[in-house]
């Protein structure tokens, strides 16, 4: 029985420490980041090193929106701190959302010159409140409300 008690252990410890070793998967997404370019030049530094990240199956950059994305199995964190890496200190993560997305555009803090067109900047002033008066009374009036009033 002593052989058979240690094999059993063996086998139970060594299933425990492989499953302990595993790492979490990473989830497929896309990472967006506002960078500055101004030559061909930047835009190939940035699109080689991005594209040399271990998960990063496609990488497209848009020079004039000052955009890079990045799709694949990458964490955003490590995206930009690579975009970073290539000199490109002020790069961040995109700050902007469509501005049909926003209730409030021209919100303090939601309107940004420097945003390409089409988007404003992410802020809390900008989003509506859930419940409000404002969306109920939007409602009333809406065309894609059945219930909406009818009197014209």
Same mark, same amino acid.
């Given at each position: 029985m002593g052989a058979l008690d240690s094999l059993s252990e063996?086998?139970?410890?060594?299933?425990?420490?492989?499953?302990?070793?595993?790492?979490?998967?990473?989830?497929?997404?896309?990472?967006?980041?506002?960078?500055?370019?101004?030559?061909?030049?930047?835009?190939?530094?940035?699109?080689?090193?991005?594209?040399?990240?271990?998960?990063?199956?496609?990488?497209?950059?848009?020079?004039?929106?000052h955009k890079v994305t990045v799709s694949g199995y990458v964490d955003p964190k490590k995206v930009l701190k690579t975009v970073q890496s290539t000199g490109k200190k002020k790069?961040?993560?995109? $700050?902007?959302? $469509?501005?049909?997305?926003?209730?409030? $555009?021209? +919100?303090?803090? +939601?309107?940004?010159?420097?945003?390409p067109p089409g988007f404003v900047r992410k802020s809390e002033q900008a989003q509506a409140q859930p419940g409000s008066t404002d969306d109920k009374l939007m409602s009333l009036f809406s065309d894609e409300n059945p219930n909406a009033c009818t009197v014209m």
């Open positions: 063996y086998f139970s410890n060594h299933f425990y420490v492989s499953i302990r070793k595993r790492k979490k998967r990473k989830v497929m997404q896309t990472v967006n980041i506002k960078v500055k370019m101004d030559c061909d030049g930047c835009e190939r530094k940035i699109k080689n090193a991005v594209s040399s990240m271990k998960g990063a199956k496609s990488v497209e950059v848009n020079r004039k929106m790069a961040e993560l995109w $700050p902007y959302v $469509p501005y049909t997305m926003v209730a409030y $555009p021209y +919100a303090a803090g +939601a309107y940004d010159k420097r945003a």
